[in-house]
């Protein structure tokens, strides 16, 4: 079974500082990896996800990850965090096979400095 | 505007009562899930639906049933409302297999 461990659960950085979310798994088979972000009273939205190629994946908003096998992460980072950065993010992983399910972090909540 | 919809928004529910929370989607996606999401917990996948007929129990199923008669459509039933299931709901849905999720906003529960 597929398991993900987020490090830290509140995360506070100063706008324009570097934002670094981490993310650890354990799979037994080559994973999917996702990460999403919630807002206040929304649902959840993807910010990029690593199926296979390329280790380092780029999504929206300027935020990447990169997928490391031999650490078993994923972490998420932003060069610049900006205000409109705060928010839930939850990194996620299915098993990389024809299995829809997701098992979810417990979530990083990240706030901005001005 | 495509997506999905969830109704109600919010309820407030006595111990015991019956309540079905409603999801519907217009994207013609084939998996639709059930998500609790509890402080601290994340998300915790409930049940889903791989296509129209099919349902499987996720992580915590206990307390809660669905149905899934058409595409469209994947209702979460709690047959006897406790207050540990006080949470906020969450339906998702995918295309094909192992692709992004497309959630919800959410039906915030409060069992008393």
């Known amino acids: 079974a597929q398991s993900v461990t987020q490090l830290g659960s509140h995360v506070s950085v100063s706008e324009g500082a570097l934002v670094l979310l981490r993310c650890n798994y354990s799979?037994?088979?080559?994973?999917?990896l996702f990460w999403y972000v919630q807002y206040p009273n929304q649902g959840l939205q993807l910010l990029l996800k690593?199926?296979?190629?390329?280790?380092l994946v780029k999504g929206i908003n300027g935020f990447e990850a990169e997928f490391k096998k031999s650490e078993t992460s994923f972490h998420l980072t932003k060069p610049s965090a900006h205000m409109s950065d705060a928010a839930e993010y939850f990194c996620?992983?299915?098993?990389?096979?024809?299995?829809?399910?997701?098992?979810f972090g417990a979530g990083t909540t990240v706030t901005v400095r001005a | 505007i495509a997506g999905i919809t969830q109704a109600p928004t919010s309820q407030i529910l006595a111990a015991g009562r019956r309540m079905t929370l409603r999801c519907t989607q217009d994207?013609?996606?084939?998996?639709m899930y059930w998500y609790r999401q509890d402080l601290g917990l994340g998300l915790r996948l409930i049940h889903y639906?791989?296509?129209?007929?099919?349902?499987g129990k996720g992580e915590v199923p206990d307390g809660y049933s669905v149905s899934r008669a058409n595409t469209d459509d994947f209702p979460l039933t709690l047959a006897s409302a406790v207050p540990s299931q006080t949470s906020v709901y969450f339906c998702?849905?995918?295309?094909?297999?192992?692709?992004?999720?497309?959630f919800g906003n959410g039906t915030r529960l409060t069992v008393t």
């Open positions: 998702a849905s995918s295309d094909e297999p192992n692709s992004p999720l497309h």
């Open positions: 799979s037994s088979v080559p994973p999917y």
């Open positions: 690593y199926t296979t190629g390329a280790t």
């Open positions: 996620a992983v299915t098993r990389g096979s024809n299995d829809y399910k997701l098992s």
């Open positions: 994207m013609r996606h084939n998996a």
């Open positions: 639906s791989n296509t129209a007929g099919t349902t």
